[in-house]
């Protein structure tokens, strides 16, 4: 697969905080087969994971998907014991990152899958999340050594209060939002990135799975295909999930279907008022321009507005 005709993205920025260290992608070594799933969080990261190990383990069961599919850029474990555990894996690896694509080091080697979904919806899982994190998940990211910056804080207020700070300060306590979306959308027609959003996996999700094996060359045995798309629904992450997520969930107060929760879109609606919605949308059309914008509201799907 050549790129010559598109030039590659070129790393910009490091970026570091409480979460990050960008600078582990510096070190990192491609191999031709790599897949990269890149999102900004909460957005259907673990979800699309899920699909990915469905894809090249058969529909089994049992797998440790947390463990075969790290967070690279996650400052914890220590970036030379992560790449090392990176480094050691055989078969086809399927790794995520929560970076713009100018912080990563962008390879033709690997595949890139972005997935995004509303802001709203994204916040309002992320206050779930954050919201109900332990102590063990604040001791993780504020006391291990090499954190840059201040520390992640316990959210205060309700959901509303957390959405305007969010919205107003540009995706605090966590990372910029709009820059992060740009960055992917600038390079969605490059041959080895696909963006895929929320909605299209709640709309089609068979569908979407045999786009998604077609864009990664994953051939599906027909024998499985059942099993894969059983074992890609939300309900069975929910209910059987504990391997996809890390620790099994020990960092939230009712583990795994806190992690989850309830995998829906639109609850927003319930607590946002006329013009908070206004001067949401406003934001995303300024930030993103109406083409984007109209993406990331809908996905291509706007019959979709359940809560």
């Not at 990563?104 to 972005?114: D, G, N, Q």
């Not at 960092?251 to 607590?271: H, L």
């Not at 013009?275 to 809908?298: F, K, M, N, P, V």
């Amino acid at each position: 697969m050549s790129l010559s005709a598109n030039p590659l993205p070129h790393k910009t920025r490091e970026f570091q905080n409480h979460h990050f260290d960008s600078t582990i992608w510096n070190d990192f070594e491609f191999r031709d087969d790599d897949i990269i799933i890149a999102t900004y969080a909460k957005s259907g990261t673990t979800w699309m994971q899920q699909i990915i190990s469905q894809l090249l383990y058969d529909g089994a069961e049992g797998i440790d998907v947390a463990e075969r599919s790290p967070w690279v850029d996650m400052r914890v474990p220590p970036k030379s014991e992560k790449l090392a555990s990176i480094n050691a894996q055989q078969g086809r690896r399927f790794l995520k990152t929560h970076l713009w694509s100018d912080a990563l080091v962008f390879s033709e080697k690997a595949r890139y899958l972005y997935i995004a979904r509303d802001g709203r919806d994204v916040l309002w899982s992320m206050y779930n999340h954050h919201s109900k994190a332990n102590d063990k998940w604040y001791a993780e990211l504020n006391d291990t050594p090499g954190r840059v910056g201040p520390p992640i804080e316990r959210p205060v207020g309700d959901v509303v209060q957390y959405f305007h700070e969010w919205l107003q300060r540009d995706g605090y306590p966590w990372w910029p939002f709009w820059s992060h979306i740009r960055s992917w959308w600038a390079i969605r027609d490059l041959p080895n990135v696909k963006l895929v959003h929320f909605n299209q996996l709640k709309a089609d999700l068979p569908g979407m799975i045999e786009d998604i094996a077609g864009f990664l060359q994953i051939p599906i045995n027909p024998q499985h295909w059942q099993d894969i798309v059983d074992h890609c629904q939300f309900d069975y992450l929910r209910n059987q999930g504990a391997g996809t997520i890390p620790h099994g969930g020990e960092f939230w107060d009712g583990g795994v279907k806190t992690f989850f929760n309830k995998g829906s879109n639109g609850r927003w609606r319930e607590r946002l008022s006329a013009a908070d919605i206004r001067l949401y949308e406003q934001r995303a059309e300024q930030e993103l321009g109406s083409e984007c914008a109209r993406w990331l509201a809908t996905g291509g799907v706007p019959a979709l507005s359940e809560t």
